[in-house]
């Protein structure tokens, strides 16, 4: 016989107050069932938990709550027409309501003797107090008041939730009723009992009603830090899963020793020596290669750190003991960049890379192919072309993903499966603060460069005005005339009808004319790959002295000799996207400039950023700011990591909450790595739901 349904999985559309077109429009926002409209939580609270009287009002006083009976109105038509209601309180004090707007439409909202709280900051006039344009709820004559005497939670939605007839008044009541008849079927709390005790949490079916229905003040903060915590847990616990499988997995057994290919690479091929940074990243490389256990290690690394040095280090130790290496990048760009440093790495030491690129031609892509398959060829560098099924390796050891938060969790796999358990090797130019870090990357050994190769000094950042633009010019030609090369970045290819700003097409055609006789190139994401190329190759090999292009050359772009950034309405890019793009110079032994163009009307979070930019190079103090600025959920689309979505959390204000789930859940795996014991079956399942039943498979592929 089939188990019955538990009533919180029932579709919304079988429920007593939700038709097809309020289900359709709660579904588009994620809300489905009655479980996840208990899980729809509040934006933001009303305390509207005290009630004053009119005579308790003062002069100056702060916003308050009145509750009274609506005893007359009035539609004033002389001078400047105004729609007037006077409210009694319980004690006779009266108090008017005025509205200057929607007037026709205020004065048919409201009858005589029904009962009303009005909220906002009142004034005296005389004896007279009044309220401009107050926020205003109607009481039920019976049932609850759920919308004054308490606090009130105001719910995200807008005016699509409006227009289905779900206004927070009635979210407001339709969630009561569900706690009402149905809140003794919600589950009991599957915590473990001694994390629940250790961290003094709250029950968790009193939090789920007291984030809708707090009685005090304190309850609500309590019932908000217990979902943060279920939410963060979940998510740390994933992370502690994923690990703990991780470290059982046996990986490629190379040893720690360095190879004759390796040792001739640092000694003989490069043209210097490594930083004490890019040692400690190698030797974190070789001792984990050397474990026995498959190797999952992120090395974070500031633009020019030597991120991709160490990276080739790390797959010829590969190729010494037999093996293949797998370079993955997110763009053509770079990966024809990374290309282009292995040719000149590996042809020294008579090794063969291919490059594997979407769009290629059939017949060289059928012979990259089979170079792979036989071993004829070390080394694969491409785009996600490399992930495809007709690419094989004949013994792949060692794979690198390069900026690897633009590729998926379900990407990775992908990789993991071209051999037999590959080490793994991620990197990210993308300094990544420690609340952020644990939250995407708590399942990693983690590796830190912040050491700058030696010769190479800050770049100096400055921010100009349109009104400086000649000096800007006078700047660049004299570096050009020094021998030097610079870039010029537009944020818009074409001219948009809708923005004015300058776009890349025209400002090249103005830039050939004004820098006259040096050669002006230009690249753009819109252009063939043969053209980015050869554009490019013209840049590098010094045929052109200004590169004109759009953030297309964000990454991955290396020439010494460029020695001036200059980037045209610098207010329009992202503190993420000015940090990479001021790293695509400072890597010669020059001093370097990065010149900001910003429109002197730009916004105060604009203007915080161009701050931040000019006072520091520090890749981790720029993120750290970001992250504030624009919040977790924006800082680099982590919903594309398979992570659960966080609805209450927030990693950046609640880092304590953070570590507190995390060290509760890295314990809870340690003991049971498969949530197998019967004591945590109630967890196992919550767990399971939080990540829409992927968390355990997660756990395996990593």
């Known amino acids: 016989m089939e188990a019955a349904r538990p009533y919180f999985d029932t579709p919304l559309a079988e429920l007593p107050g939700f038709g097809p077109k309020r289900a359709d429009v709660l ?33 100056d006083g702060p916003a308050v709550t009145i509750v009274g009976t609506v005893r007359a109105m009035n539609t004033v038509v002389g001078g400047k027409m105004r729609f007037e209601l006077l409210l009694e309180d319980e004690r006779g004090g009266t108090i008017k309501g005025v509205w200057f707007h929607g007037v026709q439409w205020i004065s048919r909202s409201f009858k005589k003797g029904e009962r009303l709280a009005f909220h906002g900051k009142p004034q005296a006039f005389g004896s007279t107090w009044s309220l401009t344009h107050p926020d205003f709820d109607r009481l039920d004559a019976d049932g609850p008041a759920l919308d004054t005497g308490r606090i009130i939670p105001l719910y995200p939605g807008g005016q699509a939730f409006d227009r289905a007839g779900l206004s927070n008044r009635i979210l407001r009541r339709l969630l009561y009723t569900l706690f009402k008849e149905h809140g003794l079927e919600i589950e009991a709390d599957p915590m473990p009992p001694e994390i629940v005790q250790r961290y003094r949490l709250l029950d968790a079916r009193v939090a789920l009603r007291a984030v809708h229905f707090p009685k005090s003040a304190d309850e609500l903060d309590a019932a908000r830090r217990r979902l943060k915590f279920d939410e963060l847990f979940h998510l740390q616990l994933l992370l502690a899963l994923t690990k703990g499988a991780r470290e059982h997995v046996p990986g490629a057994v190379l040893s720690v020793e360095k190879g004759p290919l390796l040792q001739s690479f640092l000694t003989d091929v490069l043209p210097f020596r490594f930083t004490g940074a890019q040692d400690r990243a190698l030797d974190d490389v070789l001792a984990d290669v050397s474990s026995g256990r498959q190797m999952n290690r992120l090395v974070q690394g500031d633009v020019g750190s030597g991120k991709t040095v160490v990276a080739v280090a790390a797959m010829l130790h590969a190729v010494d003991h037999g093996y293949q290496g797998a370079f993955l990048a997110p763009t053509e760009i770079l990966s024809e960049q990374h290309a282009a440093n292995l040719a000149r790495y590996l042809e020294p030491l008579g090794l063969q890379h291919r490059l594997l690129l979407g769009g290629q031609r059939k017949k060289l892509r059928a012979e990259y192919l089979d170079d792979l398959a036989n071993g004829r060829a070390q080394i694969a560098v491409g785009t996600h072309a490399l992930l495809e099924e007709t690419v094989v390796f004949q013994n792949l050891g060692l794979a690198v993903v390069d900026e690897q938060h633009r590729f998926g969790v379900m990407q990775r796999a992908a990789m993991f499966a071209k051999g037999e358990r590959p080490h793994m090797l991620l990197m990210t130019a993308t300094p990544i603060p420690r609340s952020l870090a644990l939250t995407l990357y708590g399942d990693l050994d983690v590796t830190v460069m912040n050491e700058r190769p030696a010769g190479r000094k800050p770049i100096q950042t400055r ?69 980015k190329d050869e554009a490019m190759q013209r840049f590098k090999s010094g045929e052109t002295d200004v590169l004109v292009a759009t953030t297309v050359i964000e990454v991955g772009v290396d020439v010494p000799n460029a020695t001036v950034m200059l980037i045209e309405h610098a207010e329009r890019f992202g503190l993420s996207q000015l940090h990479q793009l001021r790293g695509r110079v400072g890597r010669g032994g020059e001093q370097s400039y990065c010149l900001l163009m910003a429109d002197v009307k730009r916004t105060r979070e604009a203007e915080e950023r161009l701050e931040i930019m000019a006072d520091t190079d520090d890749g981790f103090r720029i993120s750290e700011f970001d992250l504030r600025q624009r919040g977790a959920g924006d800082f680099f689309g982590t919903r594309q990591s398979g992570l659960p979505d966080l609805k209450i959390a927030d990693v950046v204000q609640d880092l304590d909450v953070l570590q507190q789930a995390r060290e509760a859940a890295f314990a809870l795996a340690a003991v049971d790595p498969r949530l197998s014991h019967p004591q945590h079956a109630a967890i196992r399942t919550a767990f399971q739901r939080a990540t829409k039943g992927k968390g355990l498979g997660y756990a395996q592929v990593g």
């Open 463 to 531: 921010v100009f005005s349109e009104k400086r633009r000649g000096e800007v010019m006078e700047f660049l030609k004299h570096q050009l005339r020094e021998g030097r090369q610079a870039y010029v970045v537009y944020p818009l290819v074409e001219e948009s009808e809708k923005l004015d700003l300058k776009d890349a097409v025209s400002g090249y055609e103005q830039l050939q004319a004004e820098l006259r006789p040096y050669k002006v190139d230009l690249v753009h994401g819109q252009m063939f790959a043969y053209e």
């Open 27 to 59: 579904a588009k926002t994620g809300i489905v069932t009655a479980r996840d409209l208990l899980h729809f939580y509040p934006r933001r609270y009303l305390d509207r938990s005290t009630t004053t009287l009119v005579a308790d009002l003062r002069p």
